[in-house]
């Protein structure tokens, strides 16, 4: 079975610094795909970036980009230049590219950034 | 366009009562996902439908929770009798095909008392 794991359940950064989070995932399949999502007290998870494993260019999206690592299992997310409204929960999710069809969540971090 | 749309938004109710969760996807989107996400984790998936079929319901408790999806359209996830340990976050989200991203509503939070 696939598992997630986002082993920092807090972060505080200062308005305009970097921020990266971690996450290491578990699995023998070879083609599947990995996301980060954002989710604020409005509780709606909101899509922040995917990466397809058989691309080897880490996918960026505006003020985030990710360091995907195949070999290690490692997909961390970096936000640049961070914002009062990246404030939230973060996810990261594995999705198989066939057979079970299920997105599998770590815990989650929680990021606060402060003014 | 509009987004994955569910209601209620928040739901108190006592235990033993029945309680009924209602899911609108995405236009257009064959696969629609039930989640049960408990406070301080990642969601978890309760069942998965492929069109009007539910293609993956390993994970529902199905002594006490139903779910169906009319026409491959619209569905409800229905939990009888509620217990306090139901209290949580329900999410909805659909997908045009179960290998692509996934778009989620905004859940509707269960409180048991």
């Known amino acids: 079975a696939q598992t997630v794991t986002q082993s920092q359940p807090e972060m505080s950064v200062q308005e305009a610094e970097t921020v990266t989070l971690s996450c290491t995932y578990d699995?023998?399949?070879?083609?599947?795909?990995l996301f980060w999502y954002k989710q604020p007290p409005s509780r709606q998870m909101i899509l922040v970036i995917r990466q397809e494993a058989y691309k080897q260019q880490n996918a960026t999206e505006n003020r985030f980009s990710v360091n995907f690592q195949k070999a290690a299992k490692s997909f961390s997310l970096k936000i640049s230049d961070s914002q009062l409204g990246d404030t939230a929960m973060y996810f990261c999710?594995?999705?198989?590219?066939?057979?079970?069809?299920?997105?599998?969540f770590g815990q989650g971090t929680r990021l606060t950034i402060n003014p | 366009e509009a987004g994955v749309v569910q209601s209620p938004r928040y739901k108190i109710i006592e235990k033993k009562q029945p309680v009924a969760f209602w899911c609108n996807p995405i236009s257009g989107h064959n696969t629609l996902y039930w989640y049960r996400q408990n406070l301080g984790q990642g969601p978890e998936l309760l069942i998965r439908?492929?069109?009007?079929?539910?293609?993956?319901d390993s994970q529902l408790p199905k002594d006490r929770f139903s779910a169906e999806r009319l026409k491959g359209v619209d569905s409800t996830l229905k939990i009888q009798p509620a217990e306090l340990g139901d209290s949580a976050v329900y999410l909805c989200?659909?997908?045009?095909?179960?290998?692509?991203?996934?778009?989620f509503g905004q859940g509707t939070r269960l409180t048991v008392v």
């Open positions: 999710a594995f999705l198989m590219s066939q057979g079970a069809q299920k997105l599998v």
């Open positions: 989200a659909s997908s045009f095909y179960s290998n692509t991203e996934a778009f």
């Open positions: 699995t023998s399949e070879s083609n599947y795909y």
């Open positions: 439908y492929e069109n009007e079929e539910a293609v993956d």
